[in-house]
């Protein structure tokens, strides 16, 4: 398994940005699939979206879809979820979660490791 740390939740207010981060540990970030999950209070986690091992394919939740974008860079074994025209219902805590071969998977169940989440809140 691989070890992940995210960073860059906050506060913010609607229709603003934020940049969450996912370092990763170990020297096969490659051969992982990456995704972010959320969940909020009183609610199942959720998948948000994932990508490829090397990046050249993506694809989201359609809640999320045109606002945020996952990428990668494999180089600095770091995954990255911006987030544009943020609104309320997207305050959750937010988790990075990766897997060698869960690609087109949405479950959580389907990932193997995750990170400890960073809180997202977005005030109206």
């Known amino acids: 398994q691989v070890q992940l740390v995210e960073s860059g939740g906050g506060l913010v207010q609607a229709g603003g940005s934020l940049r969450l981060s996912c370092a990763a540990s170990g020297r096969t970030f490659s051969s992982y699939v990456m995704a972010w999950f959320r969940q909020a209070p009183g609610k199942e986690r959720e998948f948000v979206a994932a990508?490829?091992?090397?990046?050249?394919?993506?694809y989201y939740a359609d809640s999320v879809k045109g606002r945020f974008t996952i990428s990668r860079d494999n180089a600095k074994n770091t995954s990255y979820l911006q987030m544009n025209s943020l609104k309320p219902e997207d305050t959750a805590v937010y988790y990075c979660a990766a897997d060698r071969n869960r690609w087109g998977s949405t479950s959580p169940i389907d990932f193997n490791s995750w990170g400890q989440g960073t809180q997202v809140t977005v005030s109206s």
């Open positions: 990508i490829s091992w090397i990046g050249g394919s993506t």
